[in-house]
């Protein structure tokens, strides 16, 4: 019997005794009423559904469920007061039964929420896929180590009823329901699985309450003999295959080279840093102004790399002589500029902290690279700063007009600048506040029903941006092939069930309402960029047509008076004028940082 079964049975066994003790505690000469009785077991199981007392999750914190069930007991006391009268039950009564119930329902949940005898043995598990992967896999955990293969799931219709060594292949993925009791977990053992079938086999899974792993190369120059198994990661949930771009001409480009990464102890500038020192950069300068973050950075390359190969540096790009020592000191061929306030509602209350940062930070640290001779500046920008809607993609947009000012008058500085889509699982990105949310136990927030964004992993937003600084002749905006955007609150199902829960049943999904700043789709172009097609077939190139107008110049001068005097709705006056497709949102009052 499932947990489920088991709660209605406690819950319709406690009804009825409560109803019971309720009438003989309070109203003890009063004659039974079955009715009583049978009105209790139905409110009770109707309103306990209600307020989500049935779902598989049974504890998803520590008040959610008692508080579910202390509101679901006064709706259903209040219910049926309706019709006590007719049975001359008196509000004690009624009272007298429903706190037993409630307390009684609680403490059903609490025993059948503790870790229940599992079977003795390894997990029986499903495979998914019975070919090399999957034969290798029962290779290695036929025995009593790990989950114990016990029949194959192919969706190649030939190869159902063949064995091997014992394990035989049952039918298609689509088989896994009708295999209730005789597996405990799924393994998917399909190297190139596309996701679409990846998420089909998290649904399935999911409805069936199974674990799921994934067995194979988590790191495609692994031999086979080094598969293993693993989790499912949410980049593997993308509706269309990973970007994996040839890294020869990266290793041409760095070899030799100092490179400057600022933002260096972030997300993406942090594995900036590991990729340039992997593909053979000479020098590394992290900065960054977050010194736990350079900290934890420079304790990872020191178990891979010699001290003499990177240097950490503390500062902010919004400091003019501080750029301009450290450009003079290392004299950096590259600069990749990561270094930003990326998250919108935040900036929205701060626009004057955007501004210096985002526009004017890129200003200096571009002027600084001129001044030190370098030969390329890469800014990484966004698909908010088109048609911006927000603070923080108007200013990346105001940054992307900075350079094509400074490239115009100093061409000996190659700029480019390339577009990011949202980065799955960077840090204050939705994945980690699913994940998160999913852990308490819901609910999972969620903007907009149709909100919808470009996603690209870590690792293929890295590679877009060294293949920029390898592409680039100077004046380009490059952008990376994200296929379809995805749905944000598809997204949320997905993980939901990856995590092996149902959405809307066991975990709930609530939605907020678009934050200020936010658009339901963003853009990746204008329409008066140029596009034209690169050697890298994934990345398309927006050529500058024209250069930014000289008075971009003194509105950066304004801007940097504004936003030094903290008058928001000056910067925002000023931001609209610098970036006319910005559609500017009603003046706030501003925030410090």
Not at 217 to 234: T, V, Y
């Amino acid at each position: 019997m499932g947990v489920i079964s088991l709660l209605l049975v406690w819950d319709g066994v406690s009804a009825i005794l409560s109803s019971v003790l309720g009438l003989y505690l309070a109203l003890p000469d009063f004659p039974y009423r079955w009715q009583y009785s049978l009105g209790t077991l139905l409110a009770a199981w109707v309103f306990f559904a209600l307020f989500g007392a049935y779902r598989r999750k049974l504890r998803p914190s520590i008040f959610a469920m008692p508080l579910r069930l202390v509101g679901a007991s006064l709706a259903a006391g209040f219910s049926l007061s309706l019709l006590s009268g007719e049975w001359g039950v008196t509000p004690a009564a009624l009272i007298l039964t429903f706190t037993p119930l409630c307390a009684l329902a609680l403490a059903g949940r609490i025993l059948l929420s503790k870790d229940r005898p599992q079977r003795q043995g390894p997990m029986r598990a499903a495979v998914y896929g019975a070919g090399e992967l999957g034969c290798l896999l029962v290779d290695r955990f036929g025995g009593m180590q790990g989950p114990r293969p016990v029949l194959f799931l192919d969706d190649d219709p030939a190869k159902k009823g063949t064995l091997y060594k014992g394990v035989r292949v049952v039918g298609g993925l689509e088989t896994l329901p009708r295999l209730a009791g005789k597996v405990d977990c799924l393994v998917v053992a399909i190297d190139q699985l596309s996701p679409r079938r990846l998420k089909k086999a998290i649904q399935l899974a999911a409805a069936q309450g199974l674990p799921l792993k994934r067995f194979g190369l988590f790191d495609q120059q692994e031999e086979m003999s080094a598969a293993r198994l693993g989790e499912i990661h949410p980049e593997d949930l993308l509706r269309r295959e990973a970007v994996a771009l040839d890294a020869t001409p990266l290793r041409a480009l760095l070899a030799g080279k100092t490179v400057l990464v600022t933002g260096g102890a972030g997300s993406i500038g942090s594995e900036l840093c590991r990729q340039t020192l992997q593909l053979g950069a000479d020098h590394l300068v992290a900065f960054d102004i977050s010194e736990n973050g350079l900290f934890q950075l420079g304790r990872e390359l020191s178990s891979l790399y010699p001290a003499d190969r990177y240097t950490l540096e503390v500062g902010s790009v919004r400091d003019k002589s501080r750029m301009n020592q450290l450009m003079e000191q290392y004299r950096p061929a590259i600069i990749l500029h990561a270094a930003a306030h990326k998250h919108v509602p935040m900036m929205e209350a701060c626009p004057s902290e955007a501004v210096k940062n985002n526009l004017l930070g890129t200003k200096t640290a571009a002027e600084a690279a001129i001044a030190a001779g370098a030969e390329l500046f890469v800014l990484i920008s966004t698909d908010k700063a088109v048609n911006p809607s927000s603070v923080m993609g108007a200013t990346k947009r105001g940054a992307e007009l900075c350079l094509q000012l400074l490239w115009g008058r100093h061409p000996a500085t190659r700029f480019c600048a390339v577009r990011f889509g949202n980065v799955l699982d960077s840090q204050g990105s939705v994945v980690p506040i699913f994940r998160e949310q999913i852990a308490r136990g819901g609910p999972v927030t969620v903007t907009h029903r149709e909100m919808r964004r470009y996603f690209m992993t870590i690792p293929e937003a890295v590679q877009l941006v060294l293949h920029a600084a390898a592409l680039s002749h100077g004046g380009e905006t490059f952008v990376l092939d994200m296929g379809e955007p995805v749905a944000i609150y598809d997204l949320a199902c997905d993980m939901i069930r990856l995590c092996g829960y149902r959405p809307h049943q066991d975990i709930e999904i609530q939605f907020t309402g678009p934050r200020p700043g936010e658009k339901l789709l963003e853009e990746l172009e204008l329409p008066e960029e140029e596009t034209h097609p690169t050697s890298c077939p994934r990345i398309t190139a927006f050529s500058w047509r024209e250069w930014a107008s000289p008075a971009a110049e003194g509105l950066f001068e304004k801007l940097k008076e504004a936003a030094s005097a903290g008058d928001g709705s000056q910067v925002l006056a000023l931001l609209h004028q610098l970036v006319p497709t910005y559609r500017c949102p009603p003046i706030q009052e501003e925030h410090t940082m």
